[in-house]
T-cell receptor, first 113, second 112 residues
Framework: AQSVTQLGSHVSVSEGALVLLRCNYSSSVPPYLFWYVQYPNQGLQLLLK??????LVKGINGFEAEFKKSETSFHLTKPSAHMSDAAEYFC???????????FGPGTSLSVIP | DTEVTQTPKHLVMGMTNKKSLKCEQH?????MYWYKQKAKKPPELMFV???????INESVPSRFSPECPNSSLLNLHLHALQPEDSALYLCASSQDRADTQYFGPGTRLTVL
């Protein structure tokens, strides 16, 4: 069975600082991995996804994530935080492209001016 | 058009009411989903329709009844709900089950 953990339910960074949101997964097969963002009172938006191509995945809004099989990790980074990045971020996993997506508990990102 | 729309945005209903949530997409997607999201929690999958047929029902209580009248529409019929059913209900769609899901803005449901 697949599962996802996100270290840190809440992360605060200063504007312009590095954003690092952690995600570790458990999967019996090479997984499909996703990062979604949810702004207040909105639905979820896909930031990026890993589907066994390049291990470094670039997404929208300057975010990227690196798949590290040895560490079972898929951490999300952005070099310089903007105020508009404040939102809830969900890491998610599915075993195959047809399996349901399992979401992690989420990390709330605050950006301090 | 890359948008999933949901109506209404907000809904307040009593435990004896019958109401429906509506979801619409015009992207030609053949898979559609209903999720339930409680505050500060991740979305939980409720139902998946693929080519207008129900393919996944995550053991959801029968007071929630999904319907897919055509490839663009997905409804969620609500009857005799409980206060603990209050949540944000999200609809999503994808080209098919294997593809990226696009989410609507959700309907915030309050059951009194």
């Amino acid at each position: 069975a697949q599962s996802v953990t996100q270290l840190g339910s809440h992360v605060s960074v200063s504007e312009g600082a590095l954003v690092l949101l952690r995600c570790n997964y458990s999967s019996s097969v090479p997984p499909y991995l996703f990062w979604y963002v949810q702004y207040p009172n909105q639905g979820l938006q896909l930031l990026l996804k890993y589907t066994s191509a390049a291990t470094l995945v670039k997404g929208i809004n300057g975010f990227e994530a690196e798949f590290k099989k040895s560490e079972t990790s898929f951490h999300l980074t952005k070099p310089s935080a903007h105020m508009s990045d404040a939102a809830e971020y969900f890491c998610a996993v599915s075993a195959t492209s047809y399996d349901k997506v399992i979401f992690g508990p989420g990390t709330s990102l605050s950006v301090i001016p | 058009d890359t948008e999933v729309t949901q109506t209404p945005k907000h809904l307040v209903m009593g435990m004896t009411n019958k109401k429906s949530l509506k979801c619409e997409q015009h992207m030609g997607h053949r898979a559609m989903y209903w999720y339930k999201q409680k505050a500060k929690k991740p979305p939980e999958l409720m139902f998946v329709y693929s080519y207008e047929k129900l393919s996944i029902n995550e053991s959801v209580p029968s007071r929630f009844s999904p319907e897919c009248p055509n490839s663009s529409l997905l409804n969620l019929h609500l009857h005799a709900l409980q206060p603990e059913d209050s949540a944000l209900y999200l609809c999503a769609s994808s080209q098919d089950r294997a593809d990226t899901q696009y989410f609507g803005p959700g309907t915030r449901l309050t059951v009194l």
